[in-house]
């Protein structure tokens, strides 16, 4: 036999091993591959988005599900005998909406803006539904409620967020800056906002 001939015959064996070893190894190849995709889509659902914005001074967060839309607010028109704190209304795609002001509503340090565009949020909780001007939106923020730790509000009952505190889940760090989570529910639910007349 040539030596041609006996490199031919190991290399078709050492193809056939391999071929052998890649058929035996596929399966748990494949298991493992569904294994770790499903524990990424797990951990994906677990995480909550929550949509982030400056007010007055202090970054909040409020849960996507309690945003109905985002945008730059319309030309608000005044009423009369509401409360200071009511901008006035805007007509959101054929909807007629108060326009809250939740720093003169919680007596918020106020920090003039640097541009003459006003974003809002237009917030819904059950059969609640307003537009919360904020100062601009920072972005998303996804908490996995199980895990993230959300650190208590320890501000004094004089400190600039004290009157907004009473609606915090928590507070917590996100790449360096401090974002005050606001639980959509009991905001939507505030005296303040539901009983003002």
């Not at 995709?37 to 849960?63: C, T």
């Not at 839309?69 to 028109?77: M, S």
């Not at 006003?118 to 100062?135: A, E, M, S």
């Not at 974002?179 to 505030?190: P, Q, S």
Request: glycine residues 8%; contains cysteine; aromatic residues 6%.
């Amino acid at each position: 036999m040539s030596p041609l001939q006996v490199s031919g015959r190991q290399g078709n064996s050492l193809q056939a091993l391999l071929d052998a070893i890649d058929g035996e190894t596929a399966p748990a190849l494949a298991q493992d591959m569904a294994i770790l995709q499903e524990q990424a889509a797990r951990s994906l659902r677990k995480k909550k988005p929550y949509i982030s914005f400056i007010l007055g001074n202090d970054e909040m967060a409020l849960p996507t599900d309690s945003i109905q839309e985002i945008g730059e607010l319309p030309q608000i028109t005044p009423l009369p005998n509401i409360a200071p704190w009511i901008s006035g209304i805007v007509q959101i795609r054929g909807e007629i909406l108060s326009v809250v002001d939740l720093i003169a509503l919680f007596k918020l340090p106020y920090v003039r803006g640097h541009s003459f565009k006003r974003p809002y949020l237009l917030f819904k909780q059950q059969d609640f539904k307003c537009c919360l001007v904020v100062g601009r939106i920072t972005g998303v923020v996804n908490i996995d409620e199980q895990h993230d730790r959300l650190e208590a509000y320890l501000g004094s009952e004089g400190a600039p967020l004290a009157a907004l505190s009473p609606f915090f889940k928590g507070v917590m760090t996100v790449g360096g800056r401090t974002v005050h989570i606001l639980e959509n529910d009991k905001l939507g639910n505030a005296p303040q906002l539901r009983n003002w007349r």
